[in-house]
C-alpha cells in the first residue's frame, strides 16, 4: 500500500507540475467568429473568418498517431448500408477565407494583404486561430496543411513569428512521420499531422497558412517551462567576393577564417546547382550564364570555395607549394598550410556544414587546442536530393562514393575547429550555426587501451592494468616467454592499436620507425591440465558442454572493475574454435554475442560460425560486452592464439541492452526510475540518466507521458 501512495504521490507531481490538457471540438457545436474554446490554462479563439455563417466542422479519419493524440468517437454514416456507425475520428474546423490584413467586407470577403515576417501584419479576417496559455508550456496541434502554402506561428504582441526551428511538424501514421519544413515556411507535401511550438505565459499565438484556409483541430497542451529563443545564424561566401588566406568571415556568434592555402592567390569561388535539400539551407539568387543562350539568369546556387593545395603541417615554400607532411590523429599535426577552414564559436552549439567530399579521401574536424579529431561517432553525413540522405563515414574517417551535402558535428565554446581532408582540397560552402547547451557530460565514459611493449618481456601470469581492468596471460610455459611480435597492420587496427616501433628495413638493414600492432603468442594450445615436466600443456581442450576451463597454454585472462566492451585485436585461424568464457561457471559467450571484424582501410565484418570457428584466417578485433568483477577467458581449441590488446569502453562509450524504464541504469525497473524521470522532465538532467531506457513509449522524447506509463508497469509488474 505504501508503494501505491508513493507512485500515486509522484505522478500527482508530475501532472501538477506538467499540467496536460486537451482543447478539442465538438462534432456537434458550431464555432462562429470569435467562438472561444477554453481549459484551465489555455483559451482558444476563433479568427473572424465569416460574418454571417460559422466554420465548417469536418471529420478526419486519421491513423494511429494523430487518433491517439485527438480522436474521439462520433457518428458516422456508412457508405455502403447508410447506417450511422460509431467511429474514431479527429473533429476539425476550417473557414472560408484565407486570413489577411483588412476587415471583411460586405460580402464577407476577406481584404487586405496576407502576412508577411517583414510585414509583422497579423491577420484581421479570414481562417486563423489565436492560442493563449496562462502559462509556459508546449502546444501541439492537430492541422492540415497544404503543399507550398506558407504556415505562420505569430506572436501576437509583436506581430513575430517562430522561426523553422521552433516548429516541429509529424505525419500521421502507425507512427509519426517527420516532416520537413522549408525556410520559406512550407512543406513538399499536403500533410495532416500535428503541428508542435513552445509557447510563453499570456502570450497569443497566431496560427494560420496564407493563400490558404488552415484546418485546425484542436490541441494539447502541456505545462513547462519555454525552451529558450535559439540562435540560428549562416555564414556564407559571396559570389561576387574575393577570399585570400586568412580571409575571415563572422556572425554574432561565431568567426571562420581560411587556411593558408597560397600565398599570392585567393581561394577559387564555385556554384554548386544543388537539389532542394542544400539549395533550402543554403541556396542564394545568384546569376548564371545560360549555356543555350548565353545570357544570364538568376539562378538558385550555392556559393562555396576551395584552394588549390593538400593541407599539410608546413609553410608555404617560395613557389607557393604545402610543405610538411598531411595531418594524422596520432600525430595531432595541425595543418599550417593548404586547404583547410577554421571555425571558431563563441558559445556551445552544433554545426551544419556545406561540404563536397571525395571518396576515399580522410575528413577530419580537430580541435586546434589539442590536435585531438573528433571521432566518427561525432559526424552526422546528409547527401543532397529533394529529401536529404544518410551517407555513412567509414572507420577511417573516409566515404565510399563522392557527396555533395552537410556534415554537422557539435562544437564547443571558445575552441577552433580545423576543417579539412587529406590527400584533397576540400570544398566548403560555409555553414550554419544553432546555438545550445554544452554536450552533456556522460554519466561513465571510460576509453582504456591495454596494450603489449614491443620492448617487454611476458611470461606466464604476466599481469597488465589499466585503471578499470587487468589482463592475465595464461599459464603457457613454465621457464619461457610469450613471444613478442609486431604485426603490420592496416588502417583499421592501427587506428585503434598501432604503435610507433623500430623495424629493420630488409633493403637497407637500416632501423626505421613503423606503426605496428604489438602482440603476443604461446607456444602450447590451451588444455586443462598443468605443465608438465617438459613445458607441454596436459589434459584436454575445453568444450561448451565440458566446462573445463584452460590451465594451462596459450590464453588471456580479462576482468574488469566496471561493465562495458572491450574491443580486443586477435589473429585467428581457420577452422580452430574460439571462445570467450566466463570464469566463473565456465560458460562460452554465444555466437551471436560476439563481433569479429577483419583488418583493413575499413573493418570488414567476419561471420563466426555456429560451431565457433571461421572459414578463412583473419587479422581484426573481437568485440564483446563485459560485466564488473567476471573473468573472461580469451582463447582458441587446438591453436595458439595470437594477441595484441584491447581497447575498454564503458558507459555512454558502450552500446547497453535497452530496458524499458531503467530510467536510472541500474538494471531494475521501480520507485527510482519514475523520480529520475521526474527530475529529468523538471531540470533537463537527472544523476545517472539512461534517456533510451526513459522513453519507454519511443516517441524520441522523455515527458510526463513517459513518467504516467512507467507507474502502470510498476503497479501491474
Known amino acids: 500500500m505504501k508503494k501505491l501512495l508513493t507512485l500515486c504521490a509522484i505522478l500527482a507531481m508530475c501532472l501538477t507540475a506538467f499540467g496536460q490538457e486537451t482543447v478539442l471540438f465538438d462534432a456537434d457545436g458550431t464555432y462562429g467568429n470569435g467562438a472561444i474554446l477554453s481549459s484551465e490554462n ?9 460574418a454571417l455563417t460559422n466554420y465548417t466542422l469536418g471529420l478526419a479519419a486519421t491513423k494511429a498517431y494523430c487518433s491517439n493524440l485527438f480522436g474521439q468517437k462520433v457518428m458516422v454514416e456508412n457508405t455502403d448500408t447508410h447506417e450511422m456507425e460509431e467511429k474514431t475520428r479527429v473533429v476539425y474546423v476550417v473557414g472560408n477565407n484565407n486570413p489577411k490584413d483588412g476587415e471583411l467586407d460586405g460580402d464577407d470577403k476577406s481584404t487586405g494583404n496576407g502576412y508577411s515576417p517583414e510585414g509583422a501584419n497579423l491577420p484581421q479576417s479570414g481562417t486563423y486561430y489565436m492560442i493563449t496559455p ?50 520559406d515556411f512550407t512543406i513538399a507535401s499536403k500533410m495532416t499531422g500535428t503541428l508542435e511550438f513552445d509557447v ?12 490558404s484556409k488552415l484546418s485546425f483541430g484542436g ?38 577564417e581560411l587556411g593558408n592555402d597560397r600565398a599570392l592567390a585567393n581561394y577559387t569561388i564555385g556554384l554548386s546547382a544543388t537539389k532542394a535539400y542544400c539549395s533550402n539551407l543554403f541556396g542564394q539568387k545568384v546569376m548564371v550564364e545560360n549555356s543555350d543562350t548565353h ?7 550555392v556559393v562555396y570555395v576551395v584552394g588549390v593545395n593538400n593541407p599539410k603541417d608546413g609553410e608555404l615554400d617560395g613557389d607557393d607549394k604545402s610543405t610538411g607532411v598531411s595531418y594524422s590523429p596520432e600525430g595531432a599535426n595541425l595543418p599550417q598550410s593548404g586547404t583547410y577552414y577554421m571555425i571558431t564559436p563563441a558559445k556551445p552549439g552544433h554545426i551544419t556544414a556545406f561540404v563536397i567530399l571525395n571518396a576515399g579521401k580522410n575528413f577530419y574536424v580537430v580541435k586546434g587546442s589539442s590536435g585531438e579529431c573528433l571521432p566518427v561517432s561525432a559526424f552526422t553525413f546528409k547527401g543532397d536530393g529533394a529529401e536529404p540522405t544518410d551517407v555513412k563515414m567509414n572507420d577511417d574517417f573516409t566515404l565510399s562514393s563522392k557527396m555533395t551535402g552537410t556534415v554537422e558535428f557539435d562544437v564547443e565554446a571558445g575552441e577552433t575547429y580545423y576543417v579539412f581532408c587529406t590527400g584533397s582540397k576540400l570544398s566548403f560552402g560555409g555553414y550554419e550555426f544553432v546555438e545550445g547547451e554544452e554536450p552533456p557530460v556522460p554519466i561513465v565514459d571510460t576509453r582504456e587501451l591495454v596494450l603489449f611493449d614491443a620492448e617487454g618481456v611476458y611470461g606466464n601470469a604476466a599481469e597488465l592494468t589499466s585503471e578499470h581492468t587487468k589482463l592475465v596471460l595464461g599459464n603457457d610455459r613454465a621457464t619461457k616467454n610469450y613471444d613478442v611480435k609486431l604485426a603490420a597492420t592496416k588502417a583499421y587496427c592501427s587506428k585503434l592499436f598501432g604503435q610507433n616501433v623500430m623495424v629493420e628495413n630488409t633493403e637497407t638493414h637500416e632501423m626505421e620507425e613503423k606503426t605496428r600492432v604489438v602482440y603476443v603468442v604461446g607456444g602450447n594450445n590451451p588444455l586443462d591440465g598443468e605443465l608438465d615436466d617438459e613445458d607441454k600443456s596436459t589434459g584436454v581442450s575445453y568444450s561448451p558442454g565440458g566446462y573445463r576451463i584452460p590451465q594451462s597454454g596459450t590464453y588471456y585472462k580479462i576482468t574488469t572493475t566496471i561493465p562495458g566492451h572491450i574491443t580486443a585485436f586477435v589473429i585467428l585461424n581457420a577452422s580452430k574454435n574460439f571462445y570467450v568464457v566466463k570464469g566463473s561457471n565456465a560458460e562460452c559467450l554465444p ?49 595458439k592464439l595470437s594477441f595484441g590488446g584491447y581497447e575498454f569502453v564503458s558507459g555512454n562509450g558502450g552500446e547497453p541492452e535497452v530496458l524499458p524504464g531503467d530510467a536510472n541504469g541500474d538494471g531494475d525497473v521501480n520507485i527510482t526510475d519514475v523520480s529520475s524521470i521526474v527530475e529529468f522532465v523538471l531540470s533537463g538532467k537527472a544523476a545517472s540518466f539512461n534517456f533510451k531506457n526513459a522513453d519507454i513509449n519511443g516517441d524520441g522524447d522523455v515527458n510526463i507521458t513517459d513518467a504516467s506509463v512507467l507507474v502502470g508497469i510498476i503497479l501491474n509488474n
Open 591 to 639: 555466437v551471436s554475442d560476439l563481433t569479429i571484424k577483419g583488418d583493413g582501410a575499413a573493418p570488414v565484418d567476419v561471420t563466426l560460425g555456429d560451431d565457433y570457428t571461421l572459414k578463412e584466417k583473419t587479422t581484426g578485433t573481437v568485440e564483446f560486452d563485459v560485466v564488473a568483477g567476471e573473468t573472461y577467458y580469451v582463447f582458441c581449441t587446438g591453436s
Open 219 to 256: 490541441y494539447k497542451f502541456v505545462e513547462g517551462e519555454s525552451t529558450p529563443t535559439i540562435t540560428k545564424e549562416r555564414v556564407l561566401f559571396d559570389a561576387n567576393g574575393t577570399y585570400g588566406n586568412g580571409a575571415i568571415l563572422t556572425s554574432e556568434n561565431t568567426v571562420l
Open 134 to 183: 496562462a502559462k509556459p508550456g508546449h502546444i501541439t496541434a492537430f492541422v492540415i496543411l497544404n503543399a507550398s502554402k506558407s504556415l505562420y506561428v505569430v506572436k501576437g504582441s509583436n506581430g513575430e513569428c517562430l522561426p523553422v526551428s521552433a516548429l516541429t511538424l509529424k505525419g500521421d501514421g502507425a507512427e509519426p512521420v517527420s516532416v520537413s519544413l522549408n525556410n
Open 200 to 211: 510563453e505565459e499570456g502570450e497569443t499565438y497566431y496560427v494560420f497558412c496564407t493563400g
Open 295 to 301: 545570357e544570364m539568369e538568376e539562378k538558385v546556387r
Open 42 to 50: 489555455t483559451v482558444l479563439e476563433l479568427g473572424n473568418d465569416r
